[in-house]
């Protein structure tokens, strides 16, 4: 079966910088997506890796071990806006995102 | 240019009854998909088309549900005999290739509530 994990809420403060973890367990792997999702809305595209390591965007950054079958979103400089649901995906031998639950992130001032 | 329009925004429907839901991907994306999401999880894959036809129809829970998508642009997913469980919003989405890494665009959704 599939299965991934990430926490359901965390809180951090405006200009800190947080770390969103996700592991998963699938049956295959082509890639590993994040998307926003603020309440309400539609996910936006944040990222995808495909080989361990980082990539960097601009404020968000996420990193990717196949081998441990683990990845995070770091998002840097927080600010208001950023709160929002945070939603790992992979991508597996099919074409269709299976996603996790989601992280509800608060940004306090 | 314009992202993926679904309409309608809102659908109220009573058990048992039959609902069309529309989705217009973004112009020239030959990849279609539709996801259910819950109140507190994240979407839920149901279909995948590419092009006219359905590529991967894995994630439709039952024979209730049925998606077209006949001249490969406009897809309906269609519900038949709805049930309080099948409340959800119904996310589309559609990509260029359908490549497995293509990025996905996802519409406003659908909220369906079954009375």
């Known amino acids: ?109 | 240019g314009a992202g993926v329009s679904q309409t309608p925004s809102n659908k109220v429907t009573e058990k048992g009854k039959y609902v069309e839901l529309r989705c217009d991907p973004i112009s020239g994306h030959t990849a279609l998909y539709w996801y259910r999401q819950s109140l507190g999880q994240g979407p839920e894959f149901l279909i995948y088309f590419q092009g006219t036809g359905a590529a991967d129809d894995s994630g439709l829970p039952n024979d209730r549900f049925f998606a077209v998508r006949p001249e490969g642009s406009v897809s309906t997913l269609k519900i038949q005999r709805t049930e309080r469980g099948d409340s959800a919003v119904y996310l589309c989405a559609s990509s260029v290739a359908g490549s497995s890494l293509d990025e996905q665009f996802f519409g406003p959704g659908t909220r369906l509530t079954v009375l």
Not at chain 1, 90 to 99: E, K, R, W
Request: net charge negative; glycine share 10%; with cysteine.
């Open chain 1, 1 to 109: 079966g599939q299965n991934i994990d990430q926490p359901t809420e965390m809180t951090a403060t405006e200009g800190a910088i947080v770390q969103i973890n996700c592991t998963y367990q699938t049956s295959g792997f082509n890639g590993l997506f994040w998307y926003q999702q603020h309440a309400g809305e539609a996910p936006t595209f944040l990222s995808y890796n495909v080989l361990d390591g980082l990539e960097e965007k601009g404020r968000f950054s996420s990193f990717l071990s196949r081998s441990k079958g683990y990845s995070y979103l770091l998002l840097k400089e927080l600010q208001m806006k950023d709160s929002a649901s945070y939603l790992c995906a992979v991508i597996t031998g099919a074409n269709n995102l299976f996603f996790g639950t989601g992280t509800r992130l608060t940004v306090i001032p």
